[in-house]
T-cell receptor, first 112, second 118 residues
Framework: DTEVTQTPKHLVMGMTNKKSLKCEQH?????MYWYKQKAKKPPELMFV???????INESVPSRFSPECPNSSLLNLHLHALQPEDSALYLC???????????FGPGTRLLVL | AQKITQTQPGMFVQEKEAVTLDCTYD???????LFWYKQPSSGEMIFLIY??????QNATEGRYSLNFQKARKSANLVISASQLGDSAMYFC???????????????FGTGTRLTIIP
């Protein structure tokens, strides 16, 4: 089973709100990723966690704050976002010995 | 410099026909991985097929095969007997071997939107 779940599916928030995106996998994967995808564009990597430690931050603004509480769970905390942050946010995970990243269904975020 | 190039923004194919989606890549690393993902309008990125740079044979997964031509740096996806459900955006991606686990980065092409015509 290669299932990554993400909640919520859709999120609308104002620029002063604080919200969180959640990603979960129970496949024993030890790397987890956040991607941002704007309409008609490919996904862009934001963060990588490896064994629950942040290993890559692609110079993402601090209004995005990732968290990996355990090996199965990945959160993305959102605060004071801008309308241009509206996008599809995809989570992915992979095994240490495999190259393939498996993606979740994404959260469609709209910032008003 | 663009590392993954998909030159076909859109393609229209008759149902049941085979279709080839083009992908070329650029890397100086001898060890790398190539992937194809399908993204329907729902948004989920669905893994289709993987080819390692040292794999001798072309990868196949059901109706999907990867035409890997290393010297030409191309990794085209071939879908046999296309179906209406194949209509989606298709992304080619490359992973260059990281120094250590946890630094994996996928570089995606710009994608090809495939539409299957009944």
């Amino acid at each position: 089973d290669t299932e990554v779940t993400q909640t919520p599916k859709h999120l609308v928030m104002g620029m002063t709100n604080k919200k969180s995106l959640k990603c979960e996998q129970h496949m024993g994967h030890r790397a987890m990723y956040w991607y941002k995808q704007k309409a008609k564009k490919p996904p862009e990597l934001m963060f990588v966690y490896s064994y629950e430690k942040l290993s890559i931050n692609e110079s993402v603004p601090s209004r995005f704050s990732p968290e990996c509480p355990n090996s199965s769970l990945l959160n993305l905390h959102l605060h004071a976002l801008q309308p241009e942050d509206s996008a599809l946010y995809l989570c992915a995970s992979s095994l240490p010995s495999q190259e393939t990243q498996y993606f979740g269904p994404g959260t469609r975020l709209l910032v008003l | 410099a663009q590392k993954i190039t998909q030159t076909q923004p859109g393609m229209f194919v008759q149902e049941k026909e085979a279709v080839t989606l083009d992908c070329t890549y650029d890397t100086s690393d001898p060890s790398y991985g190539l992937f194809w993902y399908k993204q329907p309008s729902s948004g989920e990125m669905i893994f289709l097929i993987y080819q390692g740079s040292y794999d001798q044979q072309n990868a196949t997964e059901g109706r999907y095969s990867l035409n890997f031509q290393k010297a030409r740096k191309s990794a085209n996806l071939v879908i046999s007997a296309s179906q209406l459900g194949d209509s989606a955006m298709y992304f080619c991606a490359m992973r260059e071997v990281p120094i250590n686990f946890g630094n994996e980065k996928l570089t995606f092409g710009t994608g090809t939107r495939l539409t299957i015509i009944p």
